[in-house]
């Protein structure tokens, strides 16, 4: 279908001029499809489930240039995962800069209502931005008028399938006036979640490059179409060889393992043997990229090391241990063609965007705590095998399953390449996050009395497909818990507290609101490690797991400690649990006592990337520790907090927070400054450029910059 025929389905000239100038000129069958169903002639909403890389983003650029060109409204378009916003929005901006299209990016803070995005008519958002903007009752919401929701299919996952799965329901729920659009993975249920959600569906299986599925055996590949390739064991490990096999024929590799070191060591494996195929005009490109990747980070770490050691060779690993910046540059540098392999662990896939011709699955299960080792779902296999074949430089796209013996390569054709993905099922019976959503229905105001709730939630999708006798009591004790913890009243219906409006505000699960405001409340001294235990105890945080080898370690920082934690006498003891929890906050004192961040990867057997996930999750709990001491009166205690919130935030001691005040100055530079004897902001101002710029990490431009605004900074406290 010609771009120009969509006058005859409600198209205007205005999309016709918008689409031909982004350089689309024919549509994908999937997007033809949409049109005639209706896609610019209504209001209906629809679900588009196809495969990746079919075109679902433009289906969703479409409806939304009909809402602009007809100043109907707000567009929102929201997807599971920060890098995926960011993707949104380039796209969004390069190609449609021409028509006055303004689009806005929202991802961060959780506790705002963003009132800045007024002027923007579409807002790239994640699925809890937008809860939380929900929460807030941003001023602009009534004025959206079409919702983009992708990767539906994610419903179905354990972590963030909740929120997304509460976010729909409460858009469409008493709201007939707003448009949904949701777009989905190929899966077998996309009916039923069509007509849950009141959506007509669309449906395709068409691809833009044809994917054969295969599984190795022995030096060959049998694909699902009869033919058969021969790989020669140019490596011990088979998943490099037949990544090998396919970048010799100038293609590119992605292999998925089940670990981080398996991800390092199969991107260590193929270096030696890619970095021989390279011309001399790629590897000077790769030259700068690995500068690129080592600059990533003020501070030296040996996992970023690696990482830009390799990217000289061509190859890269990808894990949630690498930091998102570095993770953003090797996928940016895949897409270029000039990286030819990246070996990735699976819990990443859905993060990971990248169309490649050969994808190569090595490790078909993964440790899950609590279950062991556990198989992967037909569906995470899908997508991931999805993703072979780039669209303009494969003719054909190869995913191969790497069997270790004769059984595995019966059970990996009939279970995966001919088995059906299964249902998307719903994950609601998650406590945590049904008692923060309860509370965040009644906060809001949108259920005023049980019957409300109680109706709201028949509209799940956990009522539609599983227990609605189960989803009622365990209704019944959180809004009981609610009530007791003093969150909730029900005079007259249900409203929230001060407290229960704040903790619903502050995006964090109650329960972690109550143990804030009952540590807060303890009389203890407030120190900084027993703060940091508080907030490492929260299920909103990230604890280390404990190791054999860290027992004995941990155990005697508890010892040093345990009286002053800020629990129940009864919850004192070192338990298990309690030693995962004494472990982060310990990896957090090591972080404010400025313990370099290599120092601090090494020890706890982290990567710099977890570390950055802990301090951001952190920086949040003590942001709403802070709030809550000021729901309660404890003065004391918020300065207290306040303080230690700069520290976590850039991992300093107290005697560097007035320098870490100033923009462009982090730890690293913080503590050189100190050091030269800048302890004050108007010490700086003081100084001279010249003084300063000699300072190790600091330079002109820095040291310029500084010293205007610490001259500003102590002009105005003067
Ligand atoms: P999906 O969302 O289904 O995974 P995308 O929307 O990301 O797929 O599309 C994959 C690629 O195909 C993108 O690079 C996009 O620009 C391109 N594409 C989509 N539709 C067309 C079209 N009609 N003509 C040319 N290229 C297209």
Redesign the pocket.
């Known amino acids: 279908m010609n771009v120009r025929e969509i006058g005859s389905f409600g198209g205007s000239k205005e999309i016709v001029d918008a689409l031909s100038s982004a350089g689309?000129?024919?549509?994908?069958p999937p997007?033809a499809l949409a049109i005639k169903a209706g896609l610019l002639a209504g209001d209906e909403s629809f679900v588009i489930s196809?495969?990746?890389?079919?075109?679902?983003?433009?289906i969703a650029e479409i409806a939304a240039l009909k809402v602009f060109f007809e100043r109907r409204g707000k567009i929102v378009y929201t997807v599971p995962l920060r890098a995926l916003a960011r993707e949104k929005y380039d796209d969004f901006t390069r190609k449609y800069a021409g028509t006055g299209l303004k689009v806005a990016q929202s991802t961060g803070d959780y506790d705002s209502a963003a009132p800045w995005l007024r002027d923007a008519d579409i807002i790239i958002s994640t699925n809890e931005k937008i809860d939380s903007l929900i929460r807030h009752r941003a001023p602009w919401l009534p004025g959206v008028s079409l919702v983009v929701a992708d990767e539906v299919h994610l419903m179905g996952d354990e972590s963030r399938g909740p929120t997304l799965e509460i976010v729909l329901t409460r858009l469409m729920w008493r709201n007939t006036r707003l448009r949904l659009l949701a777009?989905s993975a190929t899966i077998p249920n996309a009916a039923e979640i069509a007509q849950w959600l009141g959506a007509r569906l669309v449906q395709s299986d068409w691809r833009?490059v044809p994917l054969r599925e295969g599984v190795y055996y022995g030096e060959a590949v049998i694909f699902n179409d009869g033919t058969v390739t021969w790989v020669e064991r140019e490596s011990p490990d088979d998943a490099v060889s037949i990544a090998l096999d396919t970048i010799r024929d100038g293609g590119q590799a992605l292999v998925f393992v089940n670990t981080r070191k398996a991800a390092e060591s199969t991107a260590l494996k193929s270096s030696s043997k890619i970095g021989p195929l390279l011309g001399d005009q790629e590897k000077k490109m790769l030259e700068k990229l690995s500068k690129e990747l080592a600059a990533g980070s003020l501070e030296p770490t040996r996992l970023g090391k690696k990482i830009a050691e390799l990217a000289e060779s061509g190859v890269a690993f990808h894990h949630a241990g690498v930091l998102s910046s570095q993770r953003r540059l090797i996928e940016d540098a895949f897409r270029a063609n000039r990286i030819k392999l990246v070996a990735a662990t699976t819990t990443l896939a859905m993060g990971l965007n990248l169309p490649s011709r050969r994808v190569i699955i090595r490790d078909w299960w993964r440790y899950e705590s609590g279950a062991g080792m556990r198989p992967l779902p037909v569906l995470e296999i899908k997508q991931m095998a999805g993703r072979a074949g780039r669209?303009g430089f494969d003719k054909y796209g190869e995913a191969v399953l790497v069997a270790r013996n004769k059984r595995d390569e019966r059970h990996l054709f009939e279970n995966y390449i001919k088995g059906e993905p299964e249902d998307i099922e719903s994950q609601l019976e998650n406590e945590s996050v049904l008692r923060a959503h309860i509370l965040a229905s009644i906060a809001g105001g949108f259920t005023k009395n049980r019957e409300d709730l109680n109706d709201f939630l028949a509209h799940t999708f956990y009522a539609r497909r599983k227990d609605k006798v189960r989803l009622a009591s365990m209704t019944d004790g959180i809004v009981h818990f609610l009530i007791r913890e003093d969150m909730v009243k029900a005079d007259m219906g249900l409203s929230a507290t001060r407290f229960g409006h704040r903790v619903s505000e502050l995006y964090i699960d109650p329960l972690t609101g109550v143990m804030l405001r009952d540590a807060l409340r303890t009389p203890e001294e407030k120190l900084p490690f027993p703060l940091l235990h508080m907030i490492a105890r929260t299920p909103d945080m990230m604890v280390l797991q404990l190791k054999k080898k860290d027992v004995d370690r941990v155990l005697e920082v508890y010892s040093a400690n345990a009286k002053a934690l800020l629990i129940p006498d009864e919850e004192r003891h070192p338990t298990e649990e309690l030693l995962g929890q004494i472990k982060t906050a310990w990896l957090l004192v090591q972080w404010v006592s400025e313990t370099p961040e290599d120092g601090i990867t090494g020890l706890f057997d982290v990567g710099p990337g977890d570390l950055h996930t802990i301090v951001e999750l952190s920086d949040w709990l003590l942001y709403a520790a802070s709030e809550i001491a000021k729901i309660f009166n404890l003065k004391k205690e918020q300065r207290i907090i306040s303080f230690l919130r700069i520290r976590v935030a850039y991992g300093v001691k107290e005697e560097l927070i007035p320098l870490v005040a100033l923009k462009g100055i982090g730890r690293i530079r913080a503590r050189n400054l100190f050091n030269a004897g800048y302890k004050t902001r108007e010490d700086i101002g003081k100084a001279t450029v010249a003084e300063l710029e000699k300072i190790p990490t600091v330079g002109r431009k820095i040291a310029e910059d500084i010293r205007r605004q610490a001259i500003l900074s102590t002009e105005q406290s003067a």
């Open positions: 689309v000129t024919e549509f994908y997007q196809s495969p990746t890389a079919s075109g679902k983003t433009l777009l833009p669209p």
